[in-house]
């Protein structure tokens, strides 16, 4: 997995929208008073949604001041977590999970099919400002790797025609649909009976 790097051209501010400052308040209201630092994490992803799917240093002291904490706080957690992004992403954000179970069944060839079709280096947004990829830890999908996360859909049990397809179908604005391409019906083990005696996969 490539090391987070902060984006160098920031933006000067930062500012939920009308609508977002409208969730914000929804959010803290699931907080005591006492705990709303604990907001931390969906005020960061709200930001994200907002911006484009990265979140500037700006945010971070937004949200810092929003929450009465140290922008350090902030910063920690943004810098931690591999779900933000810190640097501008494709309109097609790939993650290819390349934990063990994905990487036993064939994620090194999902890797490769990036590589070739989107950037040789991670995080490189294409010209069009499309597509752009990373590696990551498990996504939690392990029993229908390999996978991939793009945006917020996942797609499983690809093989590498599959996977070949969707980035290309990403590079042309017409992405494919989302879920297993095997077309699993449940996320479990298959050839299994259920209580009923029935099939579960």
Do not use: H
Not at 29 to 49: C, G, N
């Amino acid at each position: 997995m490539k090391p987070k790097k902060v984006y160098e051209k920031q933006p000067d501010s930062f500012k939920f929208s009308d609508k977002n400052l409208e969730i914000a308040e929804n959010i803290l209201k699931k907080y005591p008073k006492e705990r709303k630092k604990s907001a931390v994490m969906p005020l960061l992803y709200l930001v994200q949604r907002q911006n484009e799917n990265w979140i500037p240093l700006a945010a971070m002291k937004y949200i810092a001041k929003y929450l009465s904490i140290p922008y350090i706080s902030v910063y920690e957690v943004a810098t931690f977590y591999s779900m933000y992004n810190l640097s501008p992403v494709g309109k097609y954000f790939v993650q290819v999970c390349t934990t063990s179970p994905c990487l036993l069944r064939g994620a090194n060839k999902i890797v490769d099919i990036c590589k070739k079709n989107i950037s040789s280096n991670q995080s490189q947004v294409t010209k069009n400002k499309l597509c752009s990829w990373t590696e990551v830890e498990c996504l939690g999908a392990c029993v229908n790797a390999p996978m991939m996360q793009i945006n917020e859909s996942y797609y499983e049990d690809l093989d590498e025609q599959d996977a070949n397809k969707i980035i290309k179908s990403l590079l042309e604005d017409k992405p494919l649909k989302s879920g297993s391409y095997r077309n699993r019906k449940n996320t479990a083990p298959e050839n299994l009976n259920n209580l009923n005696g029935g099939k579960i996969a």
